[in-house]
């Protein structure tokens, strides 16, 4: 069974970083692209960016809203992919998702981590 | 960027119905289009990719057509199940984007 578990969420304040990870089991985490996509509160879905497997070469895609504050890793010892967000603002608030990116569609999803940003 | 617009935002309907959501592409893209639910406080959960794949799991009754810039989630017989908030996705190019979101609700 494919499992994603996000964690790292919580409440930070404008200007301050927050880490999320996003464990994954269930299938071989090596091969796969991973990807991010948050929520805002009663928004819709916004994508925010991609990690390549490494035999894809590993390389990193973001959408402008979040590029150059954030970036996307992982640690395929761990099976484990991270989001590192900097210079976090208000509008960055939003449930966050992380899910496997298999031929350009989101075929599995955690449960999402909240990040609050707020003063 | 790809601008993807869904109508209508929401509908009201009736277990049994027959229920079409639109989805129409600021440019071509092909097929690269796919569907998702999404429950309230849940992830949303993949239903059709490349159009008209169902995906694995998906009910029969969920259906999706279309290629170009129009589309369309056709769901045959509504079941109470199905009353959530269903969001197209673009994939021909960078960055990915979403529909706004059509919301089904209980008539």
């Known amino acids: 069974e494919v499992q994603l578990v996000e964690s790292g969420g919580g409440l930070v304040k404008p200007g301050e970083s927050l880490r999320l990870s996003c464990a994954a089991s269930?299938?071989?985490?090596?091969?796969?692209?991973m990807s991010w996509v948050r929520q805002g509160p009663g928004k819709g879905l916004e994508w925010i960016g991609l990690?390549?497997?490494?035999?894809?070469?590993?390389?990193?895609v973001y959408a402008a809203p979040v590029k150059g504050r954030f970036s996307i890793s992982r640690d395929d010892s761990e099976n484990t992919v991270y989001l590192q967000m900097n210079s976090l603002k208000t509008e960055d608030t939003a449930v966050y998702y992380c899910?496997?990116?298999?031929?350009?569609?989101?075929?599995?999803w955690g449960q999402g981590s909240l990040v609050t940003v707020s003063s | 960027d790809i601008q993807m617009t869904q109508s209508p935002s929401s509908v009201s309907a009736s277990v049994g119905d027959r229920v079409t959501i639109t989805c129409r592409a600021s440019?071509?893209?092909?097929?690269?289009l796919a569907w998702y639910q999404q429950k309230p406080g849940k992830a949303p959960k993949l239903l059709i990719y490349a159009a008209s794949s169902l995906q694995s799991g998906a009910p029969s009754r969920f259906s999706g057509s279309g290629s170009g810039t129009d589309f369309t989630l056709t769901i045959s017989s509504l079941q109470p199940e199905d009353f959530a908030t269903y969001f197209c996705q673009q994939a021909n190019s960078f960055p990915v984007t979403f529909g706004g979101g059509t919301k089904v609700e209980i008539k």
């Open positions: 990690i390549k497997s490494e035999s894809d070469g590993g390389t990193t």
């Open positions: 899910s496997t990116y298999d031929s350009y569609f989101f075929d599995f």
């Open positions: 440019q071509g893209i092909s097929s690269w």
């Open positions: 269930g299938f071989s985490f090596n091969n796969a692209w």
